[in-house]
């Protein structure tokens, strides 16, 4: 009887330091990827904001697709104006402007940027960005607007569940993650407020 009481108790203490391994790793592990995968997202969002003002830059607007923002970045071309002179001078004689070109590939590598992967999302297994882009009336002008991003279920793997909320109270797996705004011209991210 002695024995199958001490087996009884083992177990049980066995169970408990599970029990209690398990309450205190899982909210460890679950902010430890939530912050590396989040920052990955981030800072993927980081660049294809970066590659969409150049975009904006060559052709005026934003790119509305994945494919016309790597089609533009591997074939267009930058132009910068160089002012000689003050412009503002009525009196300058000797004013000039001269234009230079340089590829957008070439601006990209500099960058360190790659455009043929800008549009997977980090840790999703070859999911894409949602990407959106159209004009609006601002103030009497006709601007360009952009969003690009995606929701935090989409790469946060195993932890897209909502219970895991209760380790972060900020933590919705359906929220978004993105820059830009369709209703006015903004191109901040909601992770930057």
């Known amino acids: 009887m ?10 049980a203490i066995l169970g408990l330091l599970y ?4 309450s205190i790793s899982e909210p460890i592990s679950f902010k430890n990827n939530y ?10 969002l980081i660049k294809i904001r970066q590659v969409q003002e150049c975009y904006r830059g060559i052709t005026g607007e934003f790119a509305s697709s994945f494919g016309d923002l790597e089609n533009v970045m591997k074939t267009g071309v930058f132009k910068i104006v160089q002012v000689f002179g003050d412009p503002d001078d009525p009196t300058n004689k000797t004013l000039r402007y001269d234009t230079l070109r340089t590829n957008a ?9 790659n455009v043929d992967s800008l549009k997977f999302i ?14 609006m ?3 009497k002008t006709l601007v360009p607007i952009v969003e690009v991003g995606t929701t ?3 790469f946060m793997g195993k932890f897209a569940d909502a219970k895991y909320a209760r380790y972060d109270s900020g933590y919705e797996p359906g929220a978004s993650i993105k ?3 369709m209703n006015k011209p903004n191109t901040s991210g909601n992770w930057e407020r």
Not at 19 to 22: A, H, I
Not at 36 to 44: E, F, L, S, Y
């Open 122 to 135: 980090p840790y999703a297994n070859g999911a894409q960005f949602d990407i959106t882009a159209d004009t």
């Open 137 to 139: 009336t601002y103030q």
């Open 152 to 154: 935090y279920d989409k």
């Open 105 to 113: 590939i070439d601006s990209m590598k500099i960058l360190g940027i």
């Open 2 to 11: 002695r024995i199958i009481i001490n087996v009884i108790l083992t177990a």
């Open 35 to 44: 912050d590396t995968r989040k920052q990955a997202v981030v800072d993927r």
């Open 179 to 181: 820059f830009g705004d």
């Open 19 to 22: 029990l209690l391994y398990t």
